[in-house]
């Protein structure tokens, strides 16, 4: 059975910056395509990055572009997302997920940003 488990989350003021991580038990790790994504209250579930099996190439939403940066480390098969710059508006429940060739998801991690 596949898990991903994401942790990091956590009250941060504006300007403050978080690191959240997302570790696999059960799937091949190395082969997946993975992306974090995010939900707020009211909206929709919202592609934040996006990174291919190898790590080679990655993408961001516009809203985080230049502020967040996905990475992941196949040998101890995590995914990070590092979050500088954050704002109120980042405040969402986020959620690593698999995307390719199946797809996975945590439960989530609580990011909460306070002006």
């Known amino acids: 059975q596949v898990h991903l488990v994401e942790s990091g989350g956590d009250l941060v003021q504006s300007g403050g910056s978080l690191r959240l991580s997302c570790v696999d038990s059960?799937?091949?790790?190395?082969?997946?395509?993975m992306a974090w994504y995010r939900q707020a209250p009211g909206n929709q579930r919202e592609l934040v990055a996006s990174i291919d099996h190898g790590g080679m190439f990655m993408d961001y939403a516009t809203s985080v572009k230049g502020r967040f940066t996905i990475s992941r480390d196949n040998d101890k098969k995590t995914l990070y997302l590092q979050m500088t710059g954050l704002k109120p508006e980042d405040t969402a429940v986020y959620f690593c997920s698999a995307t390719y060739p199946y797809v996975y998801w945590g439960q989530g991690t609580q990011v909460t940003v306070s002006s």
């Open positions: 059960g799937m091949e790790f190395s082969v997946h395509d």
